[in-house]
């Protein structure tokens, strides 16, 4: 244990670091193990976040600590635009494997998934010859410029950080993400393509279009998983009209929701796709890969970047593919997911105010409301998340009333059913 407290951390966290940064907890980890983690007081927690959905084969996987120190005793760093190294390679040439394309692929790797998101608009841009972007409300696509932009939500990405990139153009979730409930078939179709119909004649000529970018589940946005009829209308009018298609892989893939990638799922071939997060089990990397006349768009040149692509980012990554098959953790999202979905609506069904319990595998969530207005109640949130991690669980928000599962996929079913029944008792009190 330090010999600090969390609290005596937290007032020089608050002396030295911005406010900007926030934090789900206020607590300061000492270390991590799988599902678990520890503070610097000892005291353990059930993690139901995996550092926002990066750590999908646990912390400390020792078959990815075995990989980062084997290539840190070769080198650190040269740089890939300087001297190549080929385990950045074997990792591209099985990205390229996995993404559901269609293909042949190619895989560029850089830092984060907003670099990944920024990438892949250039990339469309430069094949296409088309500027303009379309992404959705809702959308969380990073915090760089344009990944700013395209985020579909102004508090707190947005506010006070103008003016933002040109060119940026929005649809509504509801049609895509949450139709009326009870909806036909031909309805949700047609809902999905008036706002294309509306978008193409009253904000931006579907000819300026170079790509339309998306998440196949909402992350930030709420935990919506796409509706699959929507999504089919929206891949096809994009292959109509010339438009490259954009999946924002970035939370939901790496076995989250129970394939591979999530786009999988829908039965759709993006055009590019958007790796980051679990792709290295905790190193920064992240992934943009597509067919490979649409990758070899930009010139020698146009894509990179200093630590894109580091040596040990890439150890990491190749360990990270080889124990999602290995341990088919696909598979064990979709058992978790199962097991999530009973609780939340089991909560649904008990408490009013919780409500629409929704989820994609083990990406899922539900909704705290206030019981009689049924409008998102953040305060009650807070309240009920707070008392799950005086209780031992470690579990965050989206959109402000949402509470959403993020759990390494190698949990236990022990560690899995002790969290989740913090969370439902936690739900309940604050009721």
């Given amino acids: 244990m330090s010999e600090q407290t969390n609290q005596e951390l937290f007032q020089r966290r608050t002396q030295s670091v911005p406010q900007g940064p926030f934090n789900v907890a206020p607590v300061f980890v000492e270390r991590a193990e799988g599902a678990k983690l ?46 190549m190294y080929e385990p950045y390679v074997r990792l591209c040439e099985r990205l390229n494997e996995l993404a559901p394309t269609g293909g042949p692929n190619k895989t560029a790797l850089f830092n984060s998934g907003a670099e990944a998101v920024e990438n892949a608009v250039k990339v469309a841009r430069s094949f296409t010859k088309r500027q303009a972007v379309v992404a959705f409300e809702r959308g969380f696509h990073g915090r760089t410029l344009l990944g700013m932009t395209l985020t579909g939500k102004v508090k707190p990405y947005a506010e006070g950080f103008g003016p933002f990139a040109p060119e940026v153009y929005r649809l509504p979730y ?9 909806a036909s078939k031909q309805d949700i179709i047609g809902g999905a393509l008036a706002a294309l119909d509306h978008l193409f004649h009253y904000q931006i000529d579907a000819a300026s279009i170079a790509c339309i970018v998306v998440e ?7 935990f919506f998983p796409a509706n699959p009829d929507a999504l089919l209308a929206l891949r096809e009018a994009c292959r109509k009209k010339g438009i490259l298609f954009v999946a924002d892989e970035v939370q939901a893939g790496f076995g989250r929701c129970g394939r591979m990638l999530a786009s999988e799922h829908y039965g759709i071939q993006p055009d ?50 080889d124990i999602m098959i290995e341990q088919d953790l696909p598979a064990r999202a979709r058992s978790i997911g199962e097991r999530v979905m009973q609780s939340f609506r089991n909560l649904e069904g008990e408490h009013k105010h919780v409500r629409k319990a929704r989820g994609l595998g083990a990406m899922c969530a539900f909704e705290i409301v206030d019981p009689t207005s049924g409008l998102p109640d953040p305060e009650r949130t807070k309240k009920a ?15 402000g009333n949402v509470v959403r599962t993020l759990m390494p996929l190698v949990i236990s ?19």
């Fill in 216 to 222: 196949p589940v909402l992350g930030e946005g709420g």
């Fill in 174 to 182: 509801e049609p895509f993400f949450d139709p009326p409930e009870g």
């Fill in 272 to 321: 590019i796709v958007c790796m980051a997060k679990s792709l290295a089990g905790g190193m920064p990397l992240s992934a943009v890969t597509g067919r490979d006349e649409l990758m070899d768009a930009p010139q020698i040149g146009g894509l990179g970047g200093t630590y894109g692509g580091n040596p040990l980012a890439c150890a990491a990554g190749n360990a990270v593919l």
């Fill in 385 to 399: 998340l707070g008392t799950a991690l005086e209780s031992g669980l470690l579990a965050m928000s989206a959109s």
């Fill in 38 to 83: 520890w503070d610097v007081e000892g005291k353990e927690y059930i993690d139901f976040c995996g550092g926002i959905g990066v750590v999908n084969v646990g912390h400390n996987h020792p078959r990815v600590l075995d990989a980062i120190r084997k290539q840190a005793d070769k080198f650190i760093h040269t740089c890939w635009h300087v001297t």
């Fill in 413 to 431: 079913d022990e560690e899995l059913d002790r969290g989740l029944n913090i969370l439902e008792q936690s739900v309940a009190d604050a009721a």
